[in-house]
């Protein structure tokens, strides 16, 4: 058996929530830096959509309006 098999095997024993912890863990490890970026960058965006519509420059559509819209959109 391989290493990578062995250290998947193990993992896979491992109670969920500490495979949870552990695919977190591995995810994190996975360009942080440009993670942070990107999550700045989304905040950024968030911040920006509140603004216009606090300021009334676009008006928000309920959730299950816009599934409804996108549902009749693409009936085959």
């Known amino acids: 058996m391989s290493t ?7 993992a896979l024993s ?6 949870a912890m552990l ?6 490890s996975l360009d942080a830096q440009d993670q942070k970026r990107i999550d700045a960058l989304w ?3 968030a911040e920006r959509r509140d603004k216009e519509i606090e ?3 676009v008006t928000p559509i309920p ?3 816009v ?10």
């Open 4 to 10: 990578y098999e062995e250290i998947i095997s193990a």
């Open 14 to 19: 491992l109670p969920p929530g500490t495979r």
């Open 23 to 28: 695919a977190e863990h591995l995810l994190e």
């Open 43 to 45: 905040a950024e965006e």
């Open 55 to 57: 300021d009334g420059v």
């Open 63 to 65: 959730g299950e309006e």
């Open 67 to 76: 599934m409804n819209r996108l549902r009749a959109r693409y009936k085959g």
